[in-house]
């Protein structure tokens, strides 16, 4: 019997991973989730504040992050601060992660690992595939996804189970996708570019917990309708330009697990 794979403690020597955490008053949980990164697995954290009234920002830049300040409010706006604030790093791989300590940071290697060593271009996070606290994904949340992941099937023939914000993207990649989204659609936005690039495509199941704080999103109601609303709009009308006349994008349909 052959012995077991062990993982190893760091990326490849020269490989560049930098964590990019977008936040808005998690002042409680930023200070946490930093903490948690596994060490050697990463070369900055990157936390774009996005107009928080309390002490994020102070928090975060405490516990050793790169804080810079995003004031128009949208978790695209934020992102693609962070973005531009990682391209001076010369990153090969960008890792996306909430503040709000609902997801385990230190899953980090098994998230980037399809990538490394799978040859994987954009990984997400499963939090359905994965272990999920009590009451850690709202009902919103849950049909929101079911919804979404079988609206791109439909569109674009790939399997997806969720649309978590844990995720991680060759740094190339993520560039060539010009990214457009301000606000709900992000991460749903780049996993259907993901599909009409023909990106090498995986999803690994993560764990997840109920958050610290009332969620921006599936915490209100008014908050439910407007991310619901964006995210069908965005695969709608990606979708139907695809299906318009014309070339067809390629699509590779193809899950590497971990």
């Known amino acids: 019997m052959s012995a077991e794979k062990t993982k190893p403690d760091s990326p490849p020597s020269g490989c560049k991973i930098v964590v990019i955490i977008p936040v ?47 004031p128009r409010r949208g978790y695209g706006w934020a992102c693609l601060a962070g973005m531009a604030r990682a391209a001076e790093l010369d990153p090969d791989i960008i890792v996306f992660l909430d503040g709000d300590y609902s997801d385990y940071p230190d899953d980090l290697p098994d998230l980037v690992q399809p990538i490394l060593e799978q040859g ?14 009590k009451g850690a994904l709202l009902p919103q949340a849950r049909f929101g996804n ?5 609206l791109i099937r439909l569109f674009w023939g790939y399997r997806f189970t969720d649309l978590g914000p844990f995720r991680a993207i060759r740094w190339q990649a993520l560039q060539q996708m010009r990214m457009q989204d301000k606000t709900y659609g992000w991460t ?13 495509v995986a999803e ?3 764990r997840y917990r109920k958050r610290i704080g009332t969620s921006k999103v599936t915490g209100t109601f008014s908050g439910t309708i407007k991310a619901g609303y964006k995210i069908l709009w965005t695969i709608f009308r990606y979708g139907l330009a695809d299906r318009a006349p014309g070339p067809a994008p390629l699509v590779r349909d193809e899950v590497l697990t971990r």
């Open 146 to 150: 079911w919804l979404a992941t079988r």
């Open 188 to 200: 749903v936005e780049m996993q259907i570019k993901a599909l009409r690039m023909g990106l090498r």
């Open 204 to 206: 690994v199941p993560v």
């Open 120 to 133: 994987a271009e954009f990984v997400v996070g499963s939090r359905v595939r994965g272990e999920r606290g």
């Open 24 to 70: 808005l008053n998690e002042e409680q949980s930023i200070g946490k989730v930093i903490e948690a990164l596994p060490p050697g697995w990463y070369h900055s954290v990157i936390a774009v504040d996005n107009g928080s009234s309390d002490a994020t920002a102070h928090v975060a830049s405490r516990a050793g992050a790169d804080v810079i300040s995003e």
